[in-house]
Every structure is written in C-alpha cells, then in structure tokens.
C-alpha cells in the first residue's frame, strides 16, 4: 500500500496517509494545520415562486446594477433544520408574513422567535465561489412545493448584510458536492467553495472517506409560545463517536455536522474532561485565542479557544481520520425536546475543519491553510459525508 507524506504547515495543511500493518489495526488518514475559523462557507441560490410566478426584487447593492434579481443567495447550512430569510431579503422580494404564526428556533445563544412565512414554491442552485457570482436565470431545482420559510427580524445589519440559510428541510433530498478549488490561489480569501446540487447523486466509488452520520431531531415543535402553522423542519446530521484528546487525556461525543458553522465547538463538559475547564465551568487553562460568535438572534459572545491535540473520526471502512492541533472554541449549545428534555450539543463540527481557514485577527499578511479536502459531498437521502483528500 502506498504512504503519502507533506510539509506540516499551515498554508499546505498537511496530510499524513499512515497504513499500519496488522489487522486488528486501523488505517489512519492524519491531518495537520487547520485554522481558527474558514474564510468562507457554502452558498447556493435560492429562487421562489408563488402561483407559478417567480418572486423578483430590488437589487441587494443598486449601485452595482438596477435590474430586479429573481433569486437571492444564501448559506447551504446543515446545523439548520428550515429555511431562513433575513428580514431585509423577504422584504426586498415581497415575501409574505403569515399573520400571528411564531417559531422558536434554537441558536448559538439560546432561542429566538422567528416569523413564518405563507406557502412558496423553493428551487435552488449551486454557486459558483466567485466573488462575483453572477445569479443564474434557469437551471433550478424544485425542491418543496408550499414550503414554510422562517423569517428573522434579528438579522442583518442595517439592511446591508443578509443572513439566508437553506437548511436540512432542503439538504435531506440532495445530494450536494462542494468543490474547494475557487478557494485556493491569489483571490482565495475573497473566494467560498463551488456547491453542484442534484437529486440523483451519489459519493463516488474512489472517494478517500466516506463517513457515516446519523439525524436527530433538535426541533421543538411543542414550544409553548409557538403559533401555527409552523415552518417546515427536518432532522440534523450527526457525527457520532468522535474522540478529543489533550495532554493524555479523552473524551468521546457526538458532533452536529453543521457547515453553518465557520469554527468548531465543543462543550464546557468535554472542556472538563479534556482538563481545560474545572468543575464549576471555569477556564483552567488560558484560552490560547478568542472568536467572536453571532447567529440566528444578531448577538454577539466572544468564546475562549484552545488547541485539542487530536480528533479522532472513525469511517465506514474503519479508516480512522484524526485532525491533529485542531482549533476550536467552548460554548454551551442546548435545546429543550418536545419531549421536555434539554440537551447540551457535545460539539459541532464547523467547517474550519473542512475548508481552507485562517487564525484570528485576519489581516492582508495572514496565512491560509490550504484546506485538507479537494472536495466535500453530502448525501442527504444516505445520510453520508464523503470526503476527498487533497494530494
């Protein structure tokens, strides 16, 4: 069998192909150098219609063009279960409000109640990762009939930024590849990856890792304070069984899977357990940096950020792909079941692990990690992640 071995540094993201002989011994893939937070993440277009017209509207920049845009952008975001128009983009396309109905969506600092849109019909494109990414005028894919969007009134700022999201509700019948190609060379910083969107695809045969994940729900459709029709929803991919180590130390968990998210998190009990926090939720060892965190309800909390010596993701073939110095930060996540329960989230697996990344604060000298993955495929029927290692 072949090893393949590259410089340890953080602009070349090295890879280490170890095969160790033996049989009850697993293969391992090793990656080194990922970054505190990726420099972007995974975008599509989304059009709308209603009675069979498409929605159109004023253009998000009018100094850069007048004609009315008939879709808008928005993140491709597994840790989402629905839909999410900013306040500014359902306005600008004359989305509708339904009168009285109120969601309560769980985010990264607790539940915001978020409007419900009427029925539209939702299709959706790839993007391509250009910074200027031309919106397309055909091609779409239907995806729901009479879909239910959630409106956010907490984001934006000041009608000049749009937070739109696409979530699970979407991704569970596609099959999505995301090409980081766009990312690397002079004008990769100002570049995301390219999303290719199907209903009929599947992870290829040659693909270096497939992982498999498993949906839970973190809904909570019961919510007290609720008022249908609710927006529609769907379960979330799972990593199960990765393990964290530090200074001899472990501690294993189950991550949301969530390209939403541009850093890892993990919890403060696996921080205790990996000997960073104490007992009573208090950093014992100094944070190494610090991010600033916003989602879906516009507040901002800065997370105090280490370096875990090791993740260890198992694989279907029993290839065990483990990223080595990897970042990330300690926060809390927790959501309330319908069952009554609250969960706090062992971790989520951001894309700063899986995309080309930087280390705060970004300025035009910093150094960006290459990425350790050509491409990324999601398959939401099979519930996979397949991954291809960058050579």
């Known amino acids: 069998m072949k090893s393949r071995t590259f410089p340890g540094t953080l602009i070349t993201a090295a890879l280490l192909l170890a095969i160790t002989l033996g049989a ?12 505190q937070i990726a420099i972007s993440q995974p975008t599509v277009h989304v059009q709308l219609k209603r009675d069979g017209k498409v929605l159109t509207g004023d253009p998000l920049i009018p100094l850069l ?19 999410v128009l900013s306040a500014g983009a359902a306005q600008r396309f004359g989305v509708k409000v339904h009168d009285g109905a109120l969601y309560h969506e769980v985010g990264l600092h607790g539940e915001t109640a978020m409007r419900i849109s009427e029925p539209y019909d939702l299709s959706l494109i790839g993007a391509s990762g250009g910074l200027l990414d031309d919106a397309p005028t055909d091609g779409f894919l239907t995806i729901q009939r009479n879909c239910r969007m959630q409106i956010n009134t907490a984001a934006g700022l000041g009608g000049l930024i749009e937070m739109n999201i696409v979530g699970m509700h979407a991704i569970r019948g596609l099959f999505v590849e995301i090409d980081t190609s766009p990312m690397h060379g002079a004008d990769g910083i100002l570049s995301g990856p390219a999303v290719t969107l199907s209903t009929d695809g599947r992870i290829p045969r040659d693909a270096d890792l497939v992982i498999e994940l498993v949906y839970r729900d973190f809904n909570r459709r019961t919510h007290p304070e609720n008022k249908p029709p609710l927006p529609d929803l769907a379960e979330n991919p799972v990593i199960v069984g990765i393990v964290a180590a530090r200074d001899g130390r472990e501690s294993t968990g189950d991550w949301l899977l969530d390209t939403g998210a541009a850093t890892s998190i993990i919890s403060t009990q ?114 996979l992640l397949g991954l291809d290692v960058r050579d």
Do not use: W
Not at 24 to 35: M, Y
């Open 65 to 83: 063009s007048d004609e009315r845009e008939t879709s808008l952008l928005a993140y491709l975001d597994t840790g989402s279960s629905a839909t």
């Open 270 to 383: 696996q921080a205790q357990r990996l000997g960073l926090y104490d007992t009573d939720g208090s950093p014992r060892v100094e944070p190494i940096f610090t991010l600033p965190l916003s989602g879906v309800s516009g507040q901002t909390a800065i997370a105090p950020g280490y370096v875990i010596d090791e993740l260890r993701i198992p694989t279907r073939d029993r290839t065990i792909l483990i990223f080595r110095n990897a970042h990330v930060v300690v926060l809390d996540i927790a959501a309330t079941l319908d069952d009554g329960s609250t969960v706090i989230l062992d971790g989520i697996f951001g894309v700063n692990l899986l995309l080309p990344s930087v280390s705060m604060p970004i300025s035009l000298t910093s150094e960006i990690g290459a990425g350790p993955f050509d491409h990324i495929y999601i398959d939401g029927k099979r519930c």
């Open 24 to 35: 009850a011994r697993d293969k391992q893939v090793v990656i080194e150098g990922t970054g």
